[in-house]
């Protein structure tokens, strides 16, 4: 493939061009994408490889108050208080929407739950382009109490369902730089047995 200075093959494909120059925004303005938007993305990320079509996963978007709520409960499972509280439970307002994702192993002889695992986050790095590719700005983001109980309790969780951490998702910041600076020295990680 002929390629350009910046090292995006000339006659690449729209989904090389994507994956090639997708970033992560950790400022967001308080623009989000609405239910049906989030929901026609969720549906072309649903379509990642699924051994045993088992759909171990799932998503909850919190929005608005939500966001506050699980605010509180990540200071409360820190154990924090007065300012320091506040400052952590002020952490999930920095986007509009948050995209809380759901690792839900399903029983199975066929299918550990490593490779279901593997597709939950599968899942989640598929949407997060599919919202970069439709000019949101998106960050994965977790810390220290992604798995803590009274996390799970605030977002409903079932027996055996955990925590993925939350894609931060939001409007795209008129002064950030648009394109991705990072490039990837594929020789580094690429062997060949032959
Ligand atoms: C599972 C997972 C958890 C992450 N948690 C955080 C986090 O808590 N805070 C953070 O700043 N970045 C976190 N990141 C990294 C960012 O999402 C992002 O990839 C990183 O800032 C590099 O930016 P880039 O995606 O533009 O290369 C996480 C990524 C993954 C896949």
Known sequence: MARTNSSIPKDASPAYKAVATRRSHSKVTDRAPDARELESLVAAAGRVADHGSLHPWRLIALRGDARSRLGVALAKAAKLKGSDAASLAAKPLRAPLLVAVVFRPEKSQKVADWEQEAVASGVAHMLSLLLHDAGWGVIWRTGPYTRAKKVA????????????????VGGIPARSGSSHTKTVRADKYLTTLD
């Not at 977002?155 to 369902?161: I, M």
């Open 153 to 168: 309790k605030m977002h409903g969780l079932q027996k055996g369902e955990k925590l993925l951490g939350w894609l931060y």
